[in-house]
């Protein structure tokens, strides 16, 4: 396989994992403001800024300048307490901006060029379906339908990214084009989880169930983590969940071993840094004393997260030839700059 086309599909399934989650972390927040002060709604979209490691733009001049701009970004308030987000039109950028770098239109929109490089490659349908979601994404109507009725354009993202998945796991040959994509999946859903509890685990004090459904909600856990551990709404309990339960598919652990599975299928001869790395990472995640962390989370959060990156970038540089800089991609991206 031609290291270019290995590359494109590493960071279309970076792409499309990258649009799922937001979409779920979007819709999990907007659900959980629909009771909330104005004040707390604005602080709980805050909190999904900072998952998504976005940086938003200066506020608006008026509100028509704010309207007019709506699908190029999410646009601010200004209030007497200083800069405050809009929170509805927050979550519309966040879906709906084609320039804001790692909304769902955009990220949907750099899967679809990766995988049309590589439709000869790739099943038809495939292509067709990845082609017509981005298309429905790219109607002019598509702003005003998430701004009308977000739970339910949310909900066709979140089914229209696990069609593609199923489409690829049912129709794809499981060779190496199929490897990388995964590999680029689960390394993006890796650090989106890991994010997810470096900003979420100071609210779960153990005494709200609704911050722990909010959090869970966020990856699509809390039934699972109800039949796990009884709904405890501690901190500890959710993180550890989220991070060593290694039959949940969104936790870091799962992610780390079947990242770890494919990369030794990719390069079956040696030990390669990539392979070497996640050995590392997973191997002391799953054997950690995971009270002892808990002590000091936030510091193996960033040590975790800042590994997972570093295995990205040993991948691009042992597997694809003048790969561009991993920070150029989804999980790093800036508003602003471009892919």
């Known amino acids: 396989m031609l290291a270019r086309h290995a590359e494109d599909m590493f960071w279309a399934g970076r792409y499309l994992e990258r649009a799922e989650d937001t979409a779920r972390m979007v819709r999990a927040t907007l659900l959980s403001t629909v009771a909330e002060s104005p004040a707390h709604a604005i602080d709980r979209m805050q909190n999904l800024i900072r998952t998504l490691r976005l940086e938003m733009p200066a506020p608006a001049e008026d509100v028509q300048t704010m309207a007019e701009n709506l699908t190029q970004s999410p646009p601010m308030l200004r209030s007497e307490a200083g800069l405050s987000i809009d929170v509805q039109a927050a979550a519309t950028g966040l879906v709906a901006s084609p320039t804001l770098a790692g909304s769902v239109v955009f990220s949907i929109g750099c899967a679809r060029e ?75 859903r890796a650090l989106m989880t890991c994010r997810l509890i470096s900003v979420r685990y100071p609210e779960l004090d153990g005494s709200s169930y609704d911050e722990m459904a909010l959090t869970l909600r966020s990856v699509s856990a809390l039934e699972a983590y109800q039949r796990a551990s009884q709904s405890s709404p501690l901190g500890a309990d959710v993180a550890r969940f989220l991070l060593v339960n290694g039959s949940f598919p969104r936790s870091v652990l799962y992610c780390l071993r079947l990242s770890e599975t494919h990369v030794e299928s990719l390069a079956p001869q040696g030990k390669p840094p990539p392979l070497r790395r996640l050995g590392q990472l997973r191997s002391e995640l799953e054997y950690a004393d995971f009270n002892a962390m808990v002590s000091d989370l936030p510091s193996h959060l960033t040590a975790l997260e800042s590994g997972v990156r570093e295995v990205a970038d040993l991948v691009s540089a042992y597997f694809f030839r003048k790969a561009e800089a991993f920070d150029l991609h989804s999980q790093a991206i800036k508003p602003g700059v471009s892919a």
Do not use: K
């Open 114 to 188: 990766n995988f049309r490089s590589l439709r000869d490659q790739i099943p038809s349908e495939l292509w067709e379906q990845i082609n017509q979601f981005h298309l429905r994404l790219r109607q002019d109507d598509f702003p005003a339908a998430m701004e009308q009725d977000p739970f339910q354009t949310l909900d066709f993202i979140r089914v229209s990214c696990q069609s593609l998945t199923g489409v690829i796991n049912s129709s794809m040959s499981q060779g190496e084009e199929y490897r990388f994509l995964v590999l680029g999946q689960m390394l993006e």
